[in-house]
């Protein structure tokens, strides 16, 4: 079943969201199969957001992110990175459509609360610098078969 790579980031663990939007992705039906908080140092940062380097806003991005603790979670479910994006909304809160993460709970691009995976392949790069593979957990919940 497929994986995606989701950060908590700085902004709603400071705004006491995680609760709301990690609750969000499990009532969807995702799975939490590994969750660690954390906070990221630049160099992890830099290699997470590599496809952004030389943009206008990367260097605030780094910053950003390592500024306070963030929580590293992998969701999986059938479509899981499409239904994390989906779930997340458009880059730029204020854009985001209402009922998406950053539609109902954020204002700003630079603020907007979630990462997820944009594909399968950056999923599972993500996913191996935040976790090794005795961390990612293997199980059945009972639900599923309601779920799917
Ligand atoms: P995504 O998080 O929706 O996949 P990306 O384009 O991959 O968006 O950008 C990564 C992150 O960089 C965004 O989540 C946002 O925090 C930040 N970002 C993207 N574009 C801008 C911008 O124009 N100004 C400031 N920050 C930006
Ligand atoms: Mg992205």
Redesign the pocket.
């Known amino acids: 079943m497929e994986k995606s790579l989701v950060l908590i ?1 700085p902004d709603a663990v400071q705004r006491g969201l995680a609760g709301e939007i990690i609750s969000r992705l499990e009532r969807k039906g995702l799975k939490i199969v590994a969750m660690r908080m954390l906070r990221m140092d630049e160099a992890m940062a830099r290699r997470h ?1 590599a ?2 380097e030389g ?3 990367f260097d ?2 780094v910053r ?2 390592v500024s306070g603790p963030i929580i590293a979670i992998v969701f999986q479910g059938r479509h899981a990175v499409d239904a994390v ?1 989906q779930m ?1 909304g ?3 809160p204020a854009r985001a459509q209402t009922g998406t993460i ?1 539609g109902d709970l954020g204002m700003d ?4 609360l ?3 995976s ?1 594909s399968l392949e950056n999923a599972s790069d993500e996913i191996d610098l935040f976790f090794t593979a005795e961390d990612i957990l293997s199980y059945d919940r009972e639900t599923d078969r309601w779920i799917y």
């Open positions: 980031k957001y496809i952004h943009k206008a806003f605030d991005l950003f992110i994006r997340a458009a880059t730029d950053r691009i630079g603020h907007n979630i990462h997820g944009d």
